[in-house]
């Protein structure tokens, strides 16, 4: 029934973009951020399954309450990289079977007028699966990585070479010793040769303190993980 109910749910979403149009024509933004930004889907709660083991959980997917269509292809792609594991951790629970996602969760920064969303999914080994939307509240909509870098009052090719620093520093002190062994070099090199592509549009955001954050792999002794680093 859990299923049913998120399925009916992401249907209604998406058939009336979240509902209202939220927009504010004043500078201050903070006011209508509980509005322009809420859940999709909520569901927390406490789980034993057939073998005895003992489970909190909690799923939340964003939504950014807006009838444009920036807002609903954002939504579209919250829901499209969320949806299906929460789907999947419902599943499980009906069949008395082991979780593996027990944190499903967003934090939602609000910069002037960009509101930045980082959806993650927690998976074991402490691998976390991140998701960046950034949206402008007064357009209402997408604020693209120039507007990102705008209010960051940094430039493209220096994000760009801060970037690549901050990723190198994180892979090399992940791996330590190891840095030097052929996997790592080789996921180093393939990870460094995707970032000379620039683009970013999916990864930075400005996070509570409006500090430049960029969501990347690195490199690490045990494979390749996504972090946060800051960049300024």
């Known amino acids: 029934m859990k299923s049913m109910v998120l399925i009916l749910a992401v249907a209604a979403l998406l058939l009336s973009a979240c509902g209202s149009t939220a927009g504010s024509s004043e500078a201050d933004y903070s006011g209508v951020l509980s509005d322009l930004i809420t859940s999709a889907y909520s569901n927390s709660g406490s789980y034993s399954d057939s073998l005895g083991n003992k489970y909190s959980y909690s799923y939340s997917i964003p939504c950014i309450n ?47 007028s960009i509101v930045s969303i980082v959806a993650s999914i927690y998976y074991p080994s402490e691998y976390v699966d991140y998701c960046v939307v950034n949206f402008d509240a007064a357009s209402e909509t997408e604020a693209g990585t120039e507007a990102v870098l705008k209010y960051a009052d940094i430039g493209a090719e220096q994000f760009s070479e801060a970037a690549i620093s901050a990723v190198d520093k994180a892979c090399r002190d992940s791996c330590g010793a190891q840095f030097s062994d052929s996997t790592c070099q080789k996921d180093y090199n393939r990870l460094l040769a995707k970032m000379h592509e620039k683009d970013y549009s999916a990864t930075v955001f400005l996070d509570g303190d409006g500090k430049l954050c960029l969501v990347s792999d690195i490199v690490t002794q045990l494979g390749v993980y996504q972090g946060i680093l800051k960049i300024n």
């Not at 939504?75 to 419902?90: A, G, H, M, Y």
């Open 66 to 112: 807006s009838r444009s269509d920036d807002a609903s292809r954002r939504n579209q792609t919250l829901l499209s990289r969320r949806q299906p594991v929460t789907d999947e951790e419902l599943a499980a629970m009906e069949k008395e079977a082991s979780l593996t996602v027990e944190r499903i969760e967003y934090q939602v920064y609000l910069n002037g």
